[in-house]
């Protein structure tokens, strides 16, 4: 799935609590992708200005890519390492981090939305995982239906949020 999709579904279910608790949802659900490729990004501003201005498109091939990015991407995208840090965290602060489930959805949203053909989603990492040859996010009518359906999810709690408004006013 796509950063902002990924973003936008992680920061859905904190709306209702508050602008801080949403932004965070939000950037958890986005961190995967951002751990793995962000530093690329930033140090290829090329990359970004040809994408921009249309002179490529689609992913970056594998052979620009620089091993780190493979690395990041399996630990990133590994629901044994998020296991791991959610455990941790809950050990640590006492009751479960519930936002750090964004980064989880993250995951579990990626397995059924790549193929293997560009960076098939390691769920089992460090453990061999049987990847799944999903549908790729960038599929026209896939795209279409993803953010209609986020559309929806954001109106559905728009309107909740009215109607538990003008029934507590009554």
């Given at each position: 799935m796509d950063v902002?999709?990924?973003?936008?579904w992680g920061g859905v279910g904190?709306?209702?609590?508050g602008s801080r608790k949403f932004a965070a949802a939000f950037g958890l659900g986005m961190a995967p992708d951002l751990?793995?490729?962000?530093?690329?990004?930033?140090t290829r501003p090329d990359w970004i200005s040809?994408?921009?201005?249309?002179?490529?498109?689609?992913?970056?091939?594998?052979?620009?890519?620089?091993d780190?990015?493979?690395?990041?991407?399996?630990?990133?995208?590994?629901?044994?390492?998020?296991?791991?840090?959610?455990?941790?965290?809950?050990?640590?602060?006492?009751?479960p981090p519930w936002i750090?489930?964004?980064?989880?959805?993250?995951?579990?949203?990626d397995i059924p939305t790549h193929t293997s053909a560009y960076f098939p989603?390691?769920?089992?990492?460090?453990?061999?995982?049987?990847f799944i040859e999903g549908i790729s996010w960038a599929t026209g009518w896939f795209m279409a239906t993803n953010y209609t359906a986020i559309l929806l999810a954001y109106l559905g709690l728009f309107a909740f949020r009215r109607i538990a408004t003008t029934r507590l006013s009554h």
């Open positions: 902002l999709a990924h973003g936008l904190f709306y209702p609590k751990l793995s490729f962000g530093l690329f990004h930033v040809q994408r921009i201005l249309g002179k490529v498109s689609g992913p970056p091939p594998f052979a620009i890519l620089p780190y990015v493979f690395q990041a991407y399996n630990i990133t995208h590994s629901l044994i390492v998020w296991s791991a840090l959610f455990a941790l965290l809950w050990a640590i602060r006492r009751h750090f489930l964004a980064w989880g959805l993250h995951i579990l949203c989603t390691p769920y089992l990492w460090p453990f061999t995982t049987p």
